[in-house]
């Protein structure tokens, strides 16, 4: 039997090259050797504000760059988290397990409140939801970037905290991060990392920009001082994020890219990474643009909603059973 994988991908703005390199082009290779579940994590998004219209458009373009990086029907499952019930029924049972402390520790909750005068009580606690995203489809892998690992360590640790109190419920999964690509910083700062929500679109690529705004930000990316193209990613972390970012679009090696470079100057390596992520990307748009003028992404998604439901809402009895909720699961068992 194939192991079983899950991940999921919010729709909180358009895709960038780092959810690209850094996720989704992981699903798509896994998807031959794993059963995999792939989600368009729309309870995640609303932790921020969305206006409706902006967000079912978002879901769209999410779903419709997942296929058209390569995504297969045939192969993998992909949905909405909304229009699967069991998510926020675990995801309630998930944040009773979870302790306020340590909720409290995750670093991206730290980063997305910084400086924010009000948060919502969804954004605390969405690390529950998503342990429960996982823990649904007894996945044995979460392919992340590097910046979810800390999400799935509570995921374990809430897995095997619910299984000690209540008998094996759940299987416990272990990320799965790529060696390279796993964090791909933002263009304007290297010490941040590149995301869709970043309220300055120099920052990131998105996977919706034009060639010409590629070539812009690509220029106006920040670099280190010096002219010399050389990998140093704690000395010269901007031009290694550009590097990282060149390599992974043109299937070379860092090593490979830093000799084509040598005695060339920043201009020309960066004319070149432009070119390379514009032919990295332009098929996964094209295809994209194919799927959303055909609408044929929508199937997908209700075909994938009723699978999903299928496997999820079974184990969520298992937890609701073990717990002793519920009167329909069993009303002789109530009968006292
Ligand atoms: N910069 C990145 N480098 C590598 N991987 C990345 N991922 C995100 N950013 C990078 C990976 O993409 C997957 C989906 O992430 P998500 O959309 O669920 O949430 P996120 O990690 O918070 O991504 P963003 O783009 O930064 O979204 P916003 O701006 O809404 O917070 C995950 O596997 C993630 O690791």
Redesign the pocket.
Known sequence: MKKRVF????P??I??L??Y????KRFVEMQDEYEAFYCV?DY??IT?PQAPETLRSQIAHTAAFMLGAGLDPEKMTLFVQSDVPAHTQLGWIMECTASFGELSRMT?FKE?SEGKESVSGGLFTYPALMAADILLYDADGV??????KQHVELCRDLAERFNSRFGKVFKVPEPIIGET?????SLQDPHK??????PNPAGYISLGDSKDEIVKKVKRAVTDSGREVAYDPEGKPALANLITIFSHCAGKTIDEIVAAYDGKGYAEFKRDLAEAVVEAITPVQEKHDALIADGSFVQILIDGARRAHEVSSRVLKRAKEAMGLSVLLDPEAVRL
């Open positions: 991940s999921g991908i919010q909180s703005g895709l960038t780092g959810n390199l850094g996720a989704i994590v995640h998004a921020v991206q997305k392919p992340v970037g590097d910046d979810q690509g796993a964090r791909i910083m990392k590149m995301s869709k929500s970043d």
